[in-house]
């Protein structure tokens, strides 16, 4: 069990669009008492270091500033967000390669440190850099937590809600898979406003169409979102506070997460999207729910196409 300090403390691996508004979110929220920020671009971490501390008369008291990966020894979490960003036409599994060899140096440096606490992974393809950082780190699975379809869900529920006129907060939906094209709703668990939607559609002919096509926007979002700006990072970063308050806090709260799977599911040796509670130990225990017959079928589909994506590395 890791030990539970006074101070609070995370290194940042990665400043770019998505590491630096995480940064900008851990500030705004007043998460952590310090954060580290380590980029091979030692002048931008010292720019968005100063940037985020001139911040501190608005916010709590906090201590910024960029480091080295000796920095991270006694860090409670190291979030990574480093490596090559997904462009206009690429899907996130064709980044494995780039970044496979960017994550072998990074978690290299990262343990020679010392570091004994919880990775957050963030980088695509989540799920298969957080296996890698699993392996290339030697921690127990459950200290190393990618963040899975835990925005995909959030993008669920707030399509859900507007389609409803319910506040997100207020649906209850997952999704879970692959962050990526194989992704899957989980219908059979989703409720709006604490009804369940087969109640909500009943008699509704067209609405199993429609709900469809809102899944699509869902799976799609990061492909237009990319074509309209460049990248996304808004969305992920909050998704990434949400997890460091779950562990900092203890929570045990449920979040759809990328976790080792050894069983659960019908799924051997692989990293993937599924509800799990999170609190200060990292993943206390993922929930196993129970699937309709094509909503298994579907996992089990996009646990081989990862399978086979990661077979050339593992």
């Known amino acids: 069990m890791i030990q539970l300090r006074s101070t609070t403390k995370v290194a940042l691996i990665g400043t770019g669009f998505v590491g630096s508004s995480y ?5 705004n929220q007043g998460v952590v008492n310090e954060l580290v920020l380590i980029d091979v671009n030692k002048e931008k971490a010292q720019g968005e270091a100063s940037d985020l501390n001139h911040g501190l008369p608005f916010s709590s008291a906090m201590k910024i500033w960029a480091g080295t990966y000796q920095d991270c020894h006694d860090a409670d979490i190291v979030v990574i967000t480093a490596g090559a960003n997904q462009a206009p036409g690429e899907t996130r599994l064709d980044l494995i390669d780039k970044n496979i060899k960017i994550f072998k140096s990074i978690v290299g440096e990262v343990m020679a440190s010392g570091f004994d606490g919880i990775f957050l992974v963030a980088t695509n393809p989540v799920d298969i850099l957080s296996y890698a950082t699993w392996k290339f780190s030697g921690l127990p699975s ?20 507007q389609y409803f006129s319910i506040d997100p907060r207020n649906v209850h939906a997952y999704i879970i898979g692959e962050h990526g094209d194989t992704e899957l709703p989980v219908w059979s668990h989703t409720s709006i406003g604490s009804r369940p939607i087969q109640k909500c559609i009943k008699n509704k002919p067209e ?23 460049g990248a996304t990072y808004y969305g992920i970063a909050m998704g990434l506070v949400r997890l460091t308050k779950a562990i900092l806090g203890d929570e045990n709260s449920v979040l ?43 996992l ?11 077979q050339p590395y593992f």
Not at 220 to 225: F, K, P
């Open 23 to 27: 940064a900008f979110s851990l500030l």
């Open 142 to 161: 459950e200290r190393v937590i990618g963040s899975g379809t835990i925005l995909d869900t959030a993008r669920f529920r707030y399509l859900l809600g």
């Open 207 to 229: 609405m199993p169409q429609e709900l469809d096509r809102l899944f699509i926007n869902v799976r799609d979002a990061a492909y237009q979102i990319i074509n309209r700006k």
């Open 256 to 298: 759809t997460v990328s976790t080792l799977l050894n069983g659960y599911y019908g799924l051997q040796d692989i990293y993937i999207g599924v509800p799990a509670i999170i609190n200060r130990n990292g993943i206390r225990e993922i929930v196993e729910l129970e699937l309709a017959e094509d909503e298994a079928a579907k």
């Open 300 to 310: 089990q589909h996009s646990a081989n196409v990862l399978k086979q994506a990661m």
